[in-house]
Every structure is written in C-alpha cells, then in structure tokens.
C-alpha cells in the first residue's frame, strides 16, 4: 500500500503555491534565460534544450527539459564522446551555479514537477526499485530535495532513497522552506555540482545488478 501524506498543506497549498513561486521566478529570470539561451546556441549548437524522458508522480512518464551543457562531438564511428570529452568549461559553469536546471520552472508551473520533492530520475532505473523506494513517486518531482541539500552525490543511492522516503512521509510547509533555503545556500556555495549517475557514483541499476547476483538474485527486465 502506497504512502500517503494527506496533511493540509499538500492537498490544498503546495500546488498553488508551486505555481505561484514558479510563475514569479519565470518572469524575474526570463532575461537570464534568455541570455543563458543564446550562449548555449553560440558556445554548444543547437538545440539549446536537452530533453530527457524520466518518472514522474506515480511513475507516469514526462520530459525533463534543461539546458544543455555539453556538445555533440563524435567519434570516428559516428558514435558519442563520452560525458567527460563533451562537457565544455561553460556547461560546467551552468552546472555549478546550477543554471541549467532553469527551465525545470516551466514544468513546475504546469504541474509536472514541485518546487521541493525528489529529484526525477531515469526510466530505466524503476525496475530495480524495492517496494519501499517506489514510494518516492507518490508525489511530484522536484527541483530540489531533502537528498540533495544533504550530500547529493556524496550520498549512495541507499541514502538518497532513505532521505526521498523520509520527504514524502514528513512533507510540511516548514520543511520545503528549510529545504528551499539550504538550496539557495549550497547554489551559491557551488556544493555538489556532479550530476546524480556522473563520475562519483556508479548508476543505481549498475550497483543493485551487482548486489543482486552477489546475493545470488536472478533477474530478467
């Protein structure tokens, strides 16, 4: 049975004030990303979006939409460089200040995403959950999360899920304004810039593969 939160705050004041929030930060950065924009078209081609398919509430698919930050060099055989060789100083700078995320505002707006909640992963990713972990898609996505103002990618996926768990059992309005303003200090602080799934930590199907065949675990998607 799926986890609840039924408090006065989600069912009647998070989503408006989602979009209220979403809306006036759209109008007060429009020009930011305007300029943001036409670097990323001069410094990394077109397009300027990067679109990704991942889970939303209740695991229904939807597109993340940032801006893309690194380019689209090839090798010889027409395939991909890897991450590391296409990510440019520029898109590490939209990385570090976390500007790249901007767009995720229009999708919190619509209500495909929350301001606060956990973070939208792969698709892939949702056959390897436990039964528990499901429960991070019983609320909308989020821009920020009670994971990421507590390590990010310094955590395992273990933790990140124990911290998206502990989110959507305990969401409160107090809670997504602690979370908010610990965010807005780490964006200025520059802390855990690498992408979840980057460099510092092995993906989470890669990892619970491994942990399943130690223990002996057959599995077939």
């Keep these: 049975m799926r986890h609840k939160n039924k408090s006065l705050y989600v069912a009647v004041f998070k989503r408006p004030l989602d979009f209220i929030l979403s809306f006036l930060a759209i109008i007060f950065l429009m020009p930011l990303m305007l300029i943001i924009a036409l670097l990323v078209r001069v410094k990394l081609g077109s397009p300027v979006l990067f679109k990704h398919p991942r889970p939303g509430k209740n695991e229904k698919k939807f597109y993340v939409y940032k801006f893309r930050s690194m380019t689209d060099e090839k090798d010889e055989k027409g395939q991909l460089l890897p991450d590391e060789k296409r990510l440019t100083s520029f898109g590490l700078k939209l990385r570090a200040t976390s500007l790249d995320e901007l767009p995720e505002l229009f999708l919190i707006l619509v209500g495909k995403m929350s301001l606060v909640g956990p973070r939208p992963l792969e698709m892939y990713f949702l056959p390897y ?7 991070r898609h019983d609320v909308l996505p989020g821009l920020t999360g009670l994971a990421q103002v507590n390590g990010r990618n ?3 996926w273990e933790e990140k899920f124990k911290y998206d768990l502990e989110y959507v059992n305990n ?3 107090l809670l997504d304004c602690k979370i908010v303003i610990q965010t807005i200090i780490k964006v200025f602080r520059k802390e855990g810039v690498v992408e979840e799934g ?12 491994s942990l399943w065949k130690k223990a002996g675990i057959d599995f077939h998607e």
């Design 129 to 135: 959950y436990n039964e528990e972990e499901h429960h």
């Design 154 to 156: 310094d955590l395992s």
């Design 171 to 173: 969401i409160s309005f």
């Design 198 to 209: 980057g460099a510092t930590l092995v993906d989470f199907d890669v990892e619970r593969r």
